[in-house]
């Protein structure tokens, strides 16, 4: 049955075959579970990524979850479809998990368990969370874990609970969200101290045996923890080597840690269903309305502090209601982050803390909690309320709608955020308050069963509970659909190729990408060209929110936003991961040039670059093509001109040469900061392919910021072949620069717009929804270099990359090669690729140190007569991690074994010698 409510709430990712195409899902999860699926199709490891950062490692990065096992399963059908059918299957292992917590650790009937899994696996925070793959699948286990833990204290032996606990956390290693690690052992820590209390104290007074019997659970915790790093070292260790060459090394900074903490001010309208609420996912927490009220229920049941006696019928459970009331308050306070001085405390003091960032997410801890509470009170409405139980719940429950309510007002007064200083949508507020009349009109019906009013219907007692899961069900069905995983377009918004993609795909198999790279500029201001074409076609079947994300989709396919070069195999200047990368030396090379913020960085470098960079950029990270939307770009008297790139005007002569247009003028696009307009602030003559020149006086014209447009004009069509500029002598104080240029046939209106690229040396390869430029200059990938000259590219001295993958480059240098180029000991070889430990190179087979060169690139010495040049990524990381990872497995199958060979000798012990019939 809950399996059913999942596929009922996913019901669009699996049987309606359609993909979320937006966020971390589009730009980083589909990418990076790609080039996954296609290394284990192929049976190899994944050790290095050449497509995003210009090279960084990617096994080592542990949100790829390579090794998980369900990455491993579903690697053989379309990515958009394995990751669909994995959201699915993670929310039902936590809803059983949930449930299993509930029955098996907390001793509830099948109804209280049922409502308990359904609360956390359809509430708020999973649902909300499934655009990040890696979290909700390390959390998914979270409840199981759990009850791993509780029930050591049942064992006579911990063995069995160490073995499964190992089992259980080695999968949350595995999926490779290590924050989520981290909070679920925080949690499974807590849970271990608290029965260990609880068992310290019913054992007054105390042996050492009680002692050591009593801190079971925190025994099993910590060595389950050691066993499953164990199990996991061949992607812990890679790991750790990747985490010291992380730009997030040491830590994160103070405010950087406390990004995305819980804002008090949303609390209340997060914890009830968001019903099209824009709230920000990471926030989400809601139980809804049936929710808190039995949530409520089973938190007004705390009767023993000591955690103990009176559940599961007196048998001496070694937990009671309080323990998840505990959750729901650690939860509640470690989410809120900034906003509690003890997050302060943690950031100094608590180990691993400070490594990570949206402490929002320790609302998984409320959220579990909450789950086991509900569960909590559907078993007191089973057992029965008695007349003041059933009145201390209701004016309980109308405190707390009172101090929901004032929560929202007093959110919208005081919100920082401009988002959150309206009240929600009307329809979202009148599905509030229906959910919040129609329980309390039955929680005031429990109450009034119970005072003896309706005494003739006191047969409705027993109903009560299942209407209440019946509440809570419909509820959250509902609610699900207004979240992530309902808003979802056709697969065709992530694998149909877009005009600018399939432009650069078709270079790549010419070859051209092998030595060079894609830069991206653009932003998302802008609309596809078949904005329309799409709104027609798709109009019917999906909503406004599902075209508007297919139309984003389109626009990151488009720029290539990162990671989609890794989608596309094209190899990419810039990268975006949350995680450990990029690495130190990325994020100190990008500073160069990029205006990126202080702290820490996810890469994602077109937003923080104002312009195309320097040419000697361009060449350090071999950029052969550029991407640029046309945002920026202007039509000034119906003539389009192109104001990507710009050129000084000084008082030195600049030519500029044009493309052939048969054309009567010229336009230009100038900016003259602080000049008047009709003042004089340049020259320009223009030389033609008749061999004659004409020369222009250039005035300032309205609106002088941040731009003007003028023409040059002249008798005729004329081809003009090269346009040379000069400021005037007294214009310093006046700095002028050419932004665009355009050749305007002004007879039949036709015009050609003319590549203004400054240092650079461009071409426009493609205009649609962007343009494409290629660089002319071609930067060497591969280069050689002596000790004071310019690197020259290998094709010049005869060499060239002849075998390339992701983890190994050849280069050779052919007999041809001038003896004179090579002659000199003092050179040395420069691969534009990212340096980082664990490559190899080898000069004629013999092994030679690799420096770092430019902050980021690799180079070898190359002595006299080199002819061959290799690469190899070898990182002993991995070599060790298998190593330990096979100790591990070994280990665990020893604990399992001694279990079973356990419980064969207690069965034998109890059913006694076998009987032998003997012949007479």
């Avoid at 929310?91 to 949930?98: E, Q, R």
């Avoid at 909300?128 to 759990?146: G, R, Y």
């Avoid at 690690?181 to 209390?197: F, R």
């Avoid at 190359?862 to 070898?874: D, I, M, N, R």
């Amino acid at each position: 049955m809950l399996v059913l409510l999942v596929l009922g709430a996913t019901w669009k990712l699996t049987l309606g075959d359609r993909i979320i195409a937006r966020g971390d899902l589009l730009l980083y999860f589909y990418p990076l579970r790609d080039y996954a699926s296609q290394a284990i199709r192929e049976g190899r490891l994944p050790l290095w990524n050449p497509y995003t950062f210009m090279g960084a490692p990617f096994l080592a990065n542990s949100q790829v979850g390579f090794f998980y096992p369900f990455n491993v399963l579903t690697a053989w059908l379309p990515v958009e479809r394995a990751v669909s059918w994995n959201i699915a299957l993670h929310l039902a292992i936590a809803a059983l998990g949930a449930y299993a917590l509930a029955r098996r650790g907390f001793a509830l009937g099948r109804l209280a368990a049922f409502a308990g899994a359904v609360t956390f696996g359809l509430g708020g925070y999973l649902g909300a969370q499934v655009e990040h793959l890696n979290q909700l699948q390390a959390l998914a286990w979270l409840p199981l874990s759990a009850l791993i833990v509780v029930r050591t204290v049942e064992r006579a032996s911990w063995s069995a609970g160490v073995a499964a606990l190992a089992l259980v956390l080695a999968l949350q290693i595995l999926a490779g969200h290590m924050q989520s690690l981290y909070i679920s052992l925080v949690t499974l820590g807590l849970i271990a101290l608290i029965l260990a209390m609880a068992g310290l104290w019913r054992s007054r007074p105390l042996s050492v045996k009680a002692t050591f019997r009593a801190a079971t659970p925190l025994c099993v915790v910590v060595t389950a923890a050691i066993l499953a790093a164990a199990i996991c070292g061949i992607q812990l260790l890679p790991t750790l080597e990747l985490s010291r060459e992380s730009a997030r090394a040491g830590g994160l900074p103070f405010n950087e840690a406390a990004s995305f903490s819980w804002r008090p001010w949303v609390a209340a309208r997060a914890l009830m269903p968001t019903y099209g609420d824009p709230l920000f996912p990471e926030y989400v927490a809601y139980l809804g309305a049936g929710g808190l009220a039995l949530a409520l229920l089973g938190g007004l049941e705390i009767r023993d502090w000591r955690l103990g006696v009176q559940a599961r019928a007196e048998a001496q459970s070694p937990t009671s209601n309080l323990l998840p009331l505990i959750l729901v308050v650690i939860g509640f306070v470690l989410a809120l982050g900034l906003a509690t001085p003890l997050f302060g405390v943690l950031y100094r003091f608590m180990p691993g803390f400070n490594l990570f960032r949206a402490q929002a997410r320790w609302l998984v801890v409320f959220a579990l909690g909450a789950a086991m509470l509900v569960a909590f009170g559907v078993q007191r409405l089973q057992r029965g309320l008695s007349a003041a139980q059933a009145r201390d719940w209701l004016i309980a429950w109308l405190l707390l709608m009172g101090l929901w309510g004032v929560g929202v007002l007093a959110g919208v007064r005081f919100a920082l955020e401009p988002e959150y200083r309206a009240l929600p949508d009307r329809n979202v507020m009148m599905g509030w308050i229906v959910a919040l009349g129609t329980v309390t009109v039955w929680v005031a019906c429990a109450w009034r069963l119970e005072i003896g009013d309706w005494r003739l219907n006191r047969n409705l007692q027993s109903l009560i509970p299942n209407l209440f899961f019946l509440i809570l069900a419909l509820e959250l069905l509902a609610a699900s659909q207004f979240q992530p995983y309902a808003r979802a377009s056709d697969r065709q918004a992530l694998i149909s190729l877009r005009p600018a993609t399939a432009h650069l795909l078709a270079e790549a198999e010419a070859g051209t990408m092998r030595t060079g790279r894609i830069l991206a500029l653009s932003s998302l201001f802008f609309d596809p060209g078949d904005k329309v074409e799409q709104e027609l076609l798709f109009g019917a079947s999906l909503s406004a929110d599902e075209i508007y994300d297919r139309l984003i989709a389109a626009k990151h396919k488009e720029i290539m936003s990162p990671n989609l070069s890794l989608y596309y195999r094209l190899p990419g200047v810039d990268g975006y991961d949350g995680g450990l990368l990029p690495t130190r030396r990325y994020a100190e090379f990008v500073r160069q040039f990029a205006a990126m913020p202080a702290g820490t960085v996810d890469g994602r470098l077109r937003e923080f670059l104002d312009g195309p960079p320097a040419n000697r950029w361009f060449e350090q990270m071999a950029v052969r093509y550029l991407i640029a939307d046309k945002t920026q770009d202007v039509f000034l008297d119906g003539v389009y001109y192109d104001l990507l790139f710009s050129v000084p005007i000084t008082p030195i002569t600049t030519g500029i040469p044009l493309r052939p247009f048969p054309s009567t003028a010229l336009g230009l696009v100038l900016s003259a900061e602080g000049a008047h307009a009709g003042e004089a602030i340049a020259t320009a003559e223009v030389r033609f392919s008749s061999g004659e020149t004409q020369t222009f006086a250039i005035r300032a014209a309205e609106p002088i910021t941040p731009y003007f447009g003028t023409r040059l004009s002249w008798e005729g069509r004329k081809t003009p072949l090269t346009i040379f500029l000069r400021s005037i002598e007294n214009a310093e104080a006046t700095p002028v620069t050419l932004r665009g240029m355009t050749g305007i046939d002004e007879v039949d209106g036709t015009f050609l717009s003319q590549m203004v690229t400054g240092d650079h040396d461009m071409r426009l390869v493609h205009s649609g929804d962007v343009k494409i430029y290629e660089n002319l200059r071609r930067a060497p990938r591969v280069a050689v270099q002596d000790a004071a000259g310019a690197p020259i590219d290998i094709r010049q001295v005869g060499g060239e990359i002849v075998e390339e993958q992701p983890e190994f480059v050849r280069v050779r240098f052919s007999d041809a090669t001038p003896q004179d180029l090579l002659s000199h000991s003092n050179k040395r070889l420069i691969l534009r690729d990212a340096c980082f430990p664990g490559w190899v190179a080898r000069v004629d087979g013999v092994e030679t140190p690799i420096v770092c060169v430019d902050t980021l690139f690799r180079a070898v010495a190359l002595p006299a007569g080199a002819q061959e040049v290799t690469f190899s990524y070898e990182p002993q990381s991995v070599r060790w991690g298998f190593m330990v990872s096979a100790a591990g497995v070994v280990l665990w199958l020893a604990l399992v074994s001694a279990r079973f060979k356990a419980i064969g000798a207690f069965a034998s012990h109890r059913l006694g010698p076998p009987i032998t019939l003997r012949r007479t």
